[in-house]
């Protein structure tokens, strides 16, 4: 069976079509635009009138994280969500940890430097964004030390889900030096042929 998933590529439905290309999940991308979030029919969809969602048969669910989730306790490969339930728990994590660690600084900055016009630009906000990053970063350089993943030595949807976040720090062009295992790990998840699959999803 097919699913559905609402929302543009530049924007948080990126994660699920990320997570689609990874497994091999067949899916239709409907793109919308902005304009479209408060339409009835996709309300039904989605009452918050955001992106992104997902229609699987006759189940909808919100949340990219959730999605995310649940697309990888139904479809995942061997390893790729974990059989135990710690190991589980650890993905959902890293997957919570990103969404209150590390995205909203990231999206500050971003949205800051290339969706807000020059005069309306707050330097003092982007300076506080930046002034936080370095203390989550520093503790995942210390989860990533002697790792190649999160869980080991395989990619899960853990590492999946904060990537897509972590990807924001690429056009900001945010510096890993001081995060070594971090820059490391990130260039890894983002050379995988879905990540890359997922950004040129129409």
């Keep these: 069976m097919t699913v559905k998933i609402y929302g543009p590529t530049a924007s948080r439905a990126a994660r699920a079509l990320w997570i689609v290309h990874e497994l091999g999940i067949p899916f239709e991308h409907v793109a919308m635009e902005m304009k479209d979030l408060k339409n009835a029919d996709y309300l039904k969809v989605n009452?918050?009138?955001?992106?992104?969602?997902?229609?699987?048969?006759?189940?909808?669910l919100f949340e990219s994280m959730a999605i995310n989730l649940y697309l990888a306790?139904?479809?995942?490969?061997?390893g790729f969500f974990p059989a135990s339930l710690e190991?589980?728990?650890?993905?959902?994590?890293?997957?919570?940890?990103?969404?209150?660690?590390?995205e909203r600084p990231l999206l500050t900055i971003l949205i800051d430097m290339f969706m807000t016009a020059p005069d309306?630009?707050?330097p003092e906000v982007v300076a506080e964004a930046q002034k936080t990053l370095p203390k989550p970063f520093g503790v995942l350089n210390g989860a990533l030390e002697g790792r190649e993943?999160?869980?080991?030595?395989?990619?899960?949807?853990?590492?999946?889900?904060?990537?897509?976040?972590?990807?924001?720090s690429r056009p900001?062009?945010?510096d890993f030096g001081p995060f070594p295992n971090v820059g490391a790990w990130l260039d890894r998840c983002l050379s995988r042929p879905a990540y890359k699959a997922a950004r040129s999803t129409k």
């Design 47 to 60: 009452p918050n009138g955001k992106v992104p969602a997902l229609v699987d048969g006759d189940f909808k």
């Design 172 to 174: 900001i062009k945010f």
């Design 73 to 78: 306790a139904k479809h995942g490969k061997a």
């Design 120 to 122: 309306k630009r707050k």
């Design 87 to 102: 190991d589980q728990a650890i993905c959902h994590q890293w997957s919570f940890w990103g969404m209150t660690e590390v």
């Design 149 to 168: 993943y999160l869980l080991g030595s395989t990619f899960t949807v853990a590492d999946l889900n904060l990537a897509s976040i972590c990807s924001w």
